[in-house]
């Protein structure tokens, strides 16, 4: 059984500070990897999505990922209210074809 | 680009009747939609995959006669709740990935009510 854990939170961090959002995955043969942010009541976002170790940067996101490790991130530099959401780590197979596989989330709360 | 569209955003039902909740790509064709259940305060639960043109995939613990899906093109999926009855409500979301892509994008989710 494939499995993607995160940390449930809440996660509190104050207005322009950075928030770690962690993920691990248990399938070794993980191609894809993403982030998408979930507003109460609505249905996932797509925020980043990272395919080779190392980092990779949009904006005030930063998604690192470490393979060996089967270990994924999301940093938000400069937390803003509006950032306040939950955070849901996501997976995919080997292939465009394999389904992906969603973590429990983490909720984080930006405190003005 | 990457729209997905899903209809309606919110319904109320009968205890017993049926459902369809309908999952659109507007701008791209979708080779696999996926159709998930969220209930209050849990996460995105996989119901079930579904390729263009060929049966959809249940997840165990899905019933495949009571959540039917049917994928007749690359830009429509519909999955309908069969017999509703009270457990069934919740959040219903699909998702729809691109010819090419790994990325999967999310449509609004239909919010069932059954009464």
């Known amino acids: 059984q494939k499995e993607v854990e995160q940390n449930s939170g809440p996660l509190s961090v104050p207005e322009g500070a950075i928030a770690s959002l962690n993920c691990t995955y248990s399938?070794?043969?993980?191609?894809?990897f993403f982030w998408y942010r979930q507003y109460s009541g609505k249905s996932p976002e797509l925020i980043m999505s990272?395919?080779?170790?190392g980092d990779k940067e949009d904006g005030r996101f930063t998604a690192q990922l470490n393979k060996a490790s089967q270990y994924v991130s999301l940093l938000i530099r400069d937390s803003q209210p509006s950032d306040s959401a939950t955070y849901l780590c996501?997976?995919?197979?080997?292939?465009?074809?394999?389904?992906?596989?969603f973590g429990p989330g983490t909720s984080l709360s930006v405190i003005p | 680009g990457a729209v997905v569209s899903q209809h309606p955003s919110w319904v109320i039902c009968k205890s017993g009747t049926s459902v369809k909740i309908e999952c659109r790509s507007l701008?791209?064709?979708?080779?696999?939609m996926f159709w998930y259940r969220q209930f209050p305060k849990q996460s995105l639960m996989l119901m079930a995959t579904?390729?263009?043109?060929?049966?959809?995939?249940?997840e165990q613990g899905v019933e495949k006669d009571k959540f039917l899906i049917n994928h007749a093109s690359l830009t429509l999926s519909t999955l309908t709740v069969t017999s509703a009855h009270p457990e069934d409500s919740s959040f219903y979301i699909c998702?729809?990935?691109?010819?090419?892509?790994?990325?999967?994008?999310f449509g609004q989710g239909t919010r069932l009510t059954v009464v």
């Open positions: 998702s729809a990935r691109p010819q090419g892509y790994t990325e999967a994008f």
């Open positions: 996501a997976v995919n197979g080997e292939t465009s074809y394999d389904k992906v596989i």
């Open positions: 701008d791209f064709q979708a080779t696999t």
């Open positions: 990272i395919y080779s170790n």
């Open positions: 579904s390729n263009e043109g060929s049966k959809a995939t249940y």
């Open positions: 399938d070794r043969v993980s191609q894809s």
